[in-house]
């Protein structure tokens, strides 16, 4: 379980995709990292907190700011919000996708802008 002993929306399935990426030891893509379990349990407890009107499920997070990339509601939909806004609701979502896999697109698309 990705989430440790946290209740989860019913509708909620881990998308293949993103187990994939796990399985293979993915780590990270560009500034992009996958968290482990622990940490994305920390991470799930406190986006509860900071957003409790949102069902936001994390599984990326960017290593130069506090964007996080979330599973979100009507599942499969992917989310990346800015985290630990001072004014929570200013920044809302940056960016929407239908699911992992555009997101993944996404990524690797913006992967050629990041400085190496």
């Known amino acids: 379980m990705i989430y440790q002993n946290e209740s989860l929306p019913e ?3 881990v998308p293949r995709e993103y187990l994939g990426l796990k ?4 780590e990270e893509i560009g500034p ?3 968290p ?3 940490s994305l349990t920390y991470r799930l407890r406190g986006l509860r907190q900071r957003f409790p009107s949102r069902v936001l499920l994390p599984f990326a997070k960017r290593s130069d700011r506090d964007d996080v990339a979330c599973w979100t509601e009507p599942f499969p939909s ?5 985290d630990f806004e001072i004014y929570p609701g200013t920044w809302g979502d940056r960016f929407v996708f239908s699911d ?3 997101w993944i697109h996404w990524v690797l698309e913006d992967l ?3 400085p190496v």
């Open 100 to 102: 992992i896999r555009a």
């Open 23 to 26: 399985d293979n030891g993915v």
């Open 112 to 114: 050629m802008d990041y």
């Open 78 to 82: 992917v989310c990346v919000i800015h």
């Open 32 to 34: 992009w990292m996958f």
């Open 11 to 13: 509708n909620f399935v």
């Open 36 to 38: 482990g379990d622990d």
